[in-house]
């Protein structure tokens, strides 16, 4: 099937400073991608749509300026949290659709804020 | 608004006892109905995906059936590597977003 790489698979970082989880189509192009985030025991919640060549499309309650979405090519989109603080520790993924039917997740990046 | 609820929440089994999964949705047009299979600290690994009332698909124990209003996940003889929280998510024909359920906590024990 087809294959979505995510990287980091985990980070630390100290509070204030910003990290970069990269998303990968190894072996398809995809011009919409789409960012999750997952609090423990919980189920993914959509953050952001990520569409190739144009401003990503952030879902209500989610800070455009904070999670940066950049969608630079048809196989990488990036989310870049900004000033991150303690609470914006938490599990987040990537996916990206292949066709109608068919969506495929990253392994996931788990964010620690110290 | 789109809404997904998965229940049980937690299910423990006992292993070789059969059982199912619930998946009931509101959606303003079906586009498809997604299942994944979702291990600690990993992200979701896709399994069947339902487009219309009545089909059926299989992958060796697990069996996915859709009707109008829900969905079922067989689990036929289930052994302790199929421990892991199951999802289930719906498309709508006029959105390009899956709407996610809480998920169930499937344990099953030797």
């Known amino acids: 099937g087809a294959v979505v790489s995510q990287h980091p698979s985990w980070v630390i970082c100290k509070s204030g400073t910003s990290v970069k989880i990269e998303c990968r189509s190894l072996d398809f192009q995809a011009t919409t991608m789409f960012w999750y985030r997952q609090f423990p025991k919980q189920s993914l919640m959509l953050m952001a749509t990520s569409n190739e060549g144009s401003k990503a499309t952030y879902e209500q309650g989610v800070e455009k300026d904070k999670f940066l979405i950049n969608h630079a090519s048809l196989t990488l989109s990036t989310l870049t949290v900004t000033s991150a603080h303690p609470e914006d520790s938490s599990f987040y993924i990537c996916s990206a659709r292949v066709s109608l039917g068919w969506a495929f997740f990253g392994q996931g990046t788990r964010l620690t804020v110290v | 608004e789109d809404q997904v609820t998965q229940s049980p929440e937690a299910l423990r089994l006992q292993e070789g006892e059969s059982s199912s999964l619930n998946c009931s949705y509101t959606v303003s047009g079906l586009r498809g109905l997604f299942w994944y299979r979702q291990d600690p600290g990993k992200g979701p690994e896709f399994l069947f995906t339902l487009y219309s009332a009545g089909e059926e698909k299989e992958k060796e124990r697990l069996k996915a059936t859709l009707t109008k209003k829900e969905s079922f996940l067989h689990i036929t003889a289930p052994k302790p590597e199929d421990s892991a929280t199951y999802l289930c998510?719906?498309?709508?024909?006029?959105?390009?977003?899956?709407?996610f359920g809480g998920g169930t906590r499937l344990m099953v024990k030797p």
């Open positions: 998510a719906v498309q709508a024909e006029a959105g390009n977003m899956l709407t």
